[in-house]
Structure formats: C-alpha cells, structure tokens
C-alpha cells in the first residue's frame, strides 16, 4: 500500500515537472493611434446619457458606442468601436471614470479588443488611463493609453488615443 501511494506521488511530481506550470497567453506588444468621436447630439448619437445625478453633474452616466477612426476627421477610414460608459465621478472639477472596450475591426488586429479602465481629468491636456486586458491578440494585456481632446463642440468630442499595449 506504501508503495502505491509513492508511486503516485512520484508520478504527480513527473507530470507537474513535464508540463509545467501554466503560462500566460502571451499578448501582442502593439502602439495604436486612433481617434474617438463622442457624439451626444444629432441624429445618429454615439453616445447616450442613461442616468442624470443628483446635483451638477456628478453621478452622470453615459453610455458609448464611439466611432474610432485613422483620423481626426470622422470621414477617414473606421478602425474600431469604443464601447463602454463614462460617469462624472467629481462633486468638483470634470474628472470622469472611463471604463470601455476598444474593439479593433480593421487592419492586423481585426476581432481584438483592449479593456481600458481609468480616471480622465478633462482639464490636463493628456490625460493616462489603464489598459487592463483583452481579447484575441490581445489576450492579458497591460500598458496604458494616452489621450487628448483634439476638438470639442460640447457636448461632442474628438479625442486622440495612444494606446501602448504590453
């Protein structure tokens, strides 16, 4: 009996030291660069506000579909979608809690996406947010993204994306 369960510990040990422990999907390392149109007015908006707060704008909830381009003009090439929310997260000055999908859908990275989840002062001129996963190439990825308003006709917005992706 003693031996029987020596062998099988010894042979849990072989199998352990064979296989390995699990690794990490690796991700691509990638810099994207794009542009993300936020539109809230007009006929065919981008993104919806869902909840109004109780005071100014804090607790202000809006949803997004955001076109994402190769250019700042809307009429360039569509790369992605950024899909999420954003909500006024200050009783104070505009600083919101952005958490979005970026769903590539043209060019090498095309069905992968990039979870972005971080604090966007509206003030600060380029602003840092986490790349906190993804999917298909980009499966467990880390890094962050660099944005900036390049155009803003409230509520609208056209915002340029860094993303650097690890």
Not at 144 to 151: F, G, H, I, R
């Amino acid at each position: 009996m003693a031996s029987c369960k020596l062998y099988s510990a010894l042979l849990a040990v072989a199998v352990v030291l064979t296989v390995g422990p699990a690794s990490r999907p690796v991700s691509a390392a990638a810099h994207l660069h794009f542009y993300m149109h936020d539109v809230l007015t007009g006929s065919a908006p981008t993104a919806v506000q869902v909840l109004n707060g109780p005071r100014g704008h804090f607790g202000d909830t809006i949803v997004i579909d955001d076109v994402l381009t190769a250019s700042e003009s809307r009429s360039s090439s569509m790369v992605g979608r950024a899909q999420g929310h954003y909500i006024w997260a200050s009783t104070g000055n505009p600083e919101l809690l952005v958490t979005m999908n970026v769903v590539l859908t043209s060019g090498p990275y095309a069905g992968s996406s990039v979870t972005v989840v971080g604090r966007d002062d509206i003030g600060a001129s380029v602003r840092e947010l986490s790349v906190v996963g993804g999917t298909g190439q980009f499966r467990m990825a880390r890094g962050y993204v660099l944005w900036k308003t390049v155009s803003l006709d409230h509520p609208n917005a056209v915002l340029e994306l860094d993303v650097y992706v690890m």
